[in-house]
């Protein structure tokens, strides 16, 4: 039998392994990128409406 088949099954097989090490390592950076996002994430600031109700209006002593 021919050694060059073994051969060449072994660096196909090798390409594919480095192959899916690169695709966990993009996946894992990405990932990575996405929580370090989310970690720092600041709610926005509550917006302070103050209440403006209607001014009171002065009773006066005729209207009692």
Known sequence: MDKTLPRIMTTIINRIIELAGWIVLGVSVILLAI??????????EPVNTVNQAKPHTLIKNSDI
């Open 35 to 44: 929580a370090s996002h989310i970690d720092n994430y600041q709610p926005p």
